[in-house]
């Protein structure tokens, strides 16, 4: 008796959704392969196209079309017409991760079905129950294999701490993470660790863009990669003024209005020299304020060049191109795709995060954890949590408070803050 399978689970738009992500960066692909392999698309066209991506170096239309062409199969994949309706419906590359967990998903589930209704037919054309249910342990393992998690077994995890325990000692490195420049947080810290989320935050005019562009300046200048910074308030020549000012030590407001005296020109020719030689981006456009479009180019910029940190000032004047009910949710959204960045790139990411209006209302203006503005994920998401105090705009004492910290605790330090040049020490 053969069986009937009709309507295997399926999500084609979430195949051609993938197929469009892997388009526009196919940066992206070794992540979905590990994952996918041609057989779980669904769509036959589909199939091809993937398996077509795996096998051009530097995939777009033209390459994928003339392997499909060179393999006779272009037609077969829907044509180039087809590749190009794929490539026009794709906005960005963000989702990849959840559109191959679908297609995985729905792709384990056709197996299933496929193969216990052919343990059904089997039982009806009358093999013996040994031999079905020695059938059916073949099954559930070849499934439990094709879906198996990539988790490291414990064995593995410690063999990998043990040998991470015995370089640093070698060495003497006890740097958990990427220095910051600032002796006093990296001695609370160790620096900002890979694959964490780290929120600056304070009231206005505390000085959180001028810590934050400290640290991405000694990030920068340490040859360890590109900071990519993304400044959604101020314009990329404000914040090179600032730079160059705290650098030269030249008062931020003489660099503005040009009334620089003829000795300080030295200053800054020479702290221009060392800021062209910073490896860092700063990133103003509308655009990305995005946080779709931010994660995308982020992406993108790693398949070429190694990433060092990535910096966002500041959190609430994010947004997300999907559409939701309110502005915490939303705020949410923005911090998780924060979070995962920073493990899909393997780097740290610093966010600047203004605070709610109820400080406002106490004596204590000091930031604590509650004060978070318009949701509490920030700090659920947040590896450390860095409050930033002074008891004036004209005071030079900066307080840092260390309000989380994962495997570092609660903390408390000062810096010098120079506020006629935004430099930090």
């Given amino acids: 008796m053969a069986t009937q399978l009709t309507g295997l689970p399926r999500n084609i738009d979430a195949e051609v959704a993938l197929l469009g992500c892997i388009f526009k960066n196919p940066g992206i692909l070794p992540k979905v392969k590990a994952l996918l392999e041609p057989t779980d698309f669904f769509k036959n066209a589909n199939s091809e196209i993937y398996r077509a991506f795996l096998s051009v170096k530097d995939p777009d239309v033209i390459t994928v079309s003339e392997y499909l062409d060179k393999k006779n199969v272009l037609q077969k994949a829907g044509g180039t017409e087809y590749l190009a309706a794929i490539l026009e419906t794709a906005i960005t590359s963000q989702g990849y991760q959840a559109y191959s967990d679908i297609v995985k998903e729905l792709s384990v589930k056709r197996n299933i079905i496929l193969q216990c209704s052919a343990l059904v037919e089997k039982a009806y054309d009358g093999v013996g129950i040994a031999d079905l249910v020695c059938d059916l342990k073949t099954v559930v393992r070849d499934i439990q294999a094709k879906d198996k998690p990539d988790i490291a077994d414990t064995t593995t995890l410690l063999m990998g701490l043990f040998k991470d325990i015995e370089q640093r000692k070698k060495s003497q490195d006890y740097q958990v993470g990427i220095p910051t420049g600032i002796p006093s947080i990296d001695a609370q810290v160790g620096g900002l660790e890979k694959k964490s989320l780290t929120y600056l935050i304070g009231r206005p005019s ?17 040859g360890i990669g590109l900071v990519l910074f993304f400044s959604l308030e101020m314009g990329d020549v404000q914040l090179m003024r600032r730079r160059l000012s705290a650098r030269s030590n030249v008062f931020l407001s003489r660099i503005r209005t040009g009334n620089v005296e003829d000795s300080q020109w030295p200053d800054l020719v020479k702290a221009a020299d060392g800021l062209s030689l910073a490896d860092m981006l700063i990133v103003d456009k509308p655009k990305y304020k995005t946080i779709e479009h931010l994660v995308d180019l982020a992406e993108s910029i790693s398949i070429d060049r190694k990433i060092s940190c990535v910096f966002v000032d500041h959190i609430q004047l994010m947004r997300s191109q999907q559409k939701f009910n309110n502005r915490h949710l939303e705020i949410s959204c923005v911090s998780n795709s924060l979070k995962d960045l920073a493990k899909n790139l393997d780097i740290p990411v610093v966010g600047l995060s203004q605070l709610s209006r109820e400080v406002e209302k106490r004596n204590n203006k000091r930031p604590v954890l509650s004060d978070l503005k ?14 930033i105090y002074r008891k004036d705009r004209e005071s030079e004492v900066m307080e840092l408070g260390g309000l989380k910290g994962r495997d570092v605790g609660t903390w408390q330090t000062t810096v010098e803050f120079n506020r006629f040049t935004q430099r930090i020490f």
């Fill in 206 to 222: 505390m000085g959180k863009t001028a810590l934050a562009l400290a640290i991405a300046e000694n990030i920068a200048q340490s």
């Fill in 374 to 387: 318009e949701s509490g994920d920030l700090e659920q998401d947040a590896d450390i949590v860095i409050g």
